[in-house]
């Protein structure tokens, strides 16, 4: 789909209803192409063990007791 710069002005609404519908909108001022509106990928969000950070710490013996590690950090702020 095309529009012009002024009909993205004013009909703003209308054009990213379009993309809301999976369409390309191609903006152009003064007969020339200059944007495109696309819409975006929505990210497929990693959950638990799926996750690449999972385990990321899981071989820190300083933090086998996360209440005893979290003490030893506030120690020095909260005396």
């Not at 820190?60 to 005396?79: T, V, W």
């Amino acid at each position: 789909m095309h529009s012009t710069a002024k009909k993205l002005r004013f009909h703003t609404k209308d054009l990213l209803e379009s993309v809301s519908r999976g369409e390309e909108v191609v903006i152009t001022y003064r007969g020339k192409p200059c944007a495109k509106l696309v819409p975006l990928k929505k990210k497929r969000k990693k959950i638990g063990r799926e996750s690449e950070l999972f385990g990321i710490w899981s071989d820190r013996s300083d933090m086998a007791d996360i209440n005893l590690y979290l003490r030893g950090l506030r120690k020095g702020r909260f005396q």
